[in-house]
């Protein structure tokens, strides 16, 4: 089974338009994560959610919009699309939140976007 | 802001020799420093140190951190073709934000 999921695995898409990646996690954990990785495979982190809620908000664009509707899913909503969001994007989870110890992420198999 | 950097940036070895691959930091909050593998895909976790001077080991790869000179090791002995990837140093600070260095790129040739 799956721990980290992402749909779909390839995104390619004119400039302008709007698209969504959807993230499921199996693994019961609490902290779901967007990364974003760019050509020279720098990843970044671009958002993090425990329990359903925002925790973590880098400076990303705000046509980059996170939802998660329960713990278990947190997908990313990217509007007016452009050449520079053309990365792959993985989602993480973790098990704990703020006032835990630090445990590790585990990846989903990330999203590649193509933006023409 | 927080940072993470790794060197060298890449490497090429032949089969058989051992490396040595170096993260340093500088991070608020430190709660912990991850080792990731990436092949094609996702990145693979390899280690979590969070203290000092305890080294980790998983078959031929070793770790260990010094929180005091904010720096970690990412040893391989006996590099296989299989070691072929990039190696991913990542600091845990506030609030589980994981900040990520830009990777060793490490190429073992036979």
């Known amino acids: 089974d799956t721990a980290v999921s992402q749909t779909p695995k390839y995104l390619v898409t004119q400039m302008g338009n709007d698209k969504s990646i959807k993230c499921e996690q199996n693994?019961?954990?609490?902290?779901m994560y967007w990364y974003k990785q760019d050509s020279k495979k720098f990843l970044k982190i671009m958002f993090s959610y425990n329990n359903k809620e925002l925790i973590i908000n880098e400076t990303v664009p705000n046509r980059f919009s996170p939802k998660s509707p329960d713990k278990a899913h947190l997908n990313l909503h990217i509007n007016s699309l452009e050449l520079g969001d053309s990365a792959v994007y993985f989602c993480a989870s973790s098990q704990g939140g703020l006032a835990e110890p630090y445990n590790e992420q585990f990846f989903g198999p990330g999203t590649r976007l193509t933006v023409l | 802001e927080d940072k993470v950097v790794q060197s060298p940036l890449s490497l090429v070895v032949h089969e058989g020799d051992t490396v040595t691959l170096n993260c340093s930091y500088e991070v608020t909050n430190f709660r912990s420093l991850l080792w990731y593998k990436q092949e094609k895909k996702a990145p693979t976790f390899l280690f979590m140190l969070?203290?000092?001077?305890i080294e980790k080991k998983s078959g031929r790869l070793s770790s260990i951190l010094d929180k005091k000179e904010l720096f970690s090791i990412l040893n391989i002995t006996a590099t296989q073709t299989g070691d072929s990837a990039i190696y991913l140093c990542?600091?845990?600070?506030?609030?589980?934000?994981?900040?990520f260095g830009t990777g060793t790129r490490l190429q073992v040739t036979l």
């Open positions: 693994l019961g954990h609490d902290t």
């Open positions: 990542a600091v845990a600070g506030t609030a589980s934000k994981l900040t």
């Open positions: 969070t203290s000092s001077g």
